[in-house]
Nanobody, 122 residues
Framework: QVHLVESGGGLVQAGGSLRLSCAASGSIFSINAMGWYRQAPGSQRELVARITTGDSTNYADSVKGRFTISRDNAKNTAYLQMNSLKPEDTAVYYC????????????????WGQGTQVTVSS
């Protein structure tokens, strides 16, 4: 089993910054990719950013130029640096990972962690 813990959320004024962390632990041989998602009340959960082992990244159009995803492979941890925050960024932020439990098995997708609340005031 793989356990994910998201942290770093909070309340911030528009234009401010937050840095989120996602730590994966458990039976992990390797991680191919990690991603950040968010879900606002009444909205679908959407992909915010994704990063692969080779450090290729992609972002939702709404956060390009403002958010940066990074990864510490040795710690199985992903980060999301969020700058120039807007009220529309308010949501619960979740992460997941594509992982292999051992060298012989394909990558699987983890479930969600508990999420971390990000609230941006006007």
């Amino acid at each position: 089993q793989v356990h994910l813990v998201e942290s770093g959320g909070g309340l911030v004024q528009a234009g401010g910054s937050l840095r989120l962390s996602c730590a994966a632990s458990g039976s992990i041989f390797s991680i191919n990719a990690m991603g950040w998602y968010r879900q606002a009340p009444g909205s679908q959960r959407e992909l915010v950013a994704r990063i692969t082992t080779g450090d290729s990244t992609n972002y939702a159009d709404s956060v390009k130029g403002r958010f940066t995803i990074s990864r510490d492979n040795a710690k199985n941890t992903a980060y999301l640096q969020m700058n120039s925050l807007k009220p529309e960024d308010t949501a619960v932020y979740y992460c997941n990972a594509e992982y292999a439990p051992n060298r012989f098995q394909r990558y699987y997708l983890t479930g969600w962690g508990q999420g971390t609340q990000v609230t941006v005031s006007s």
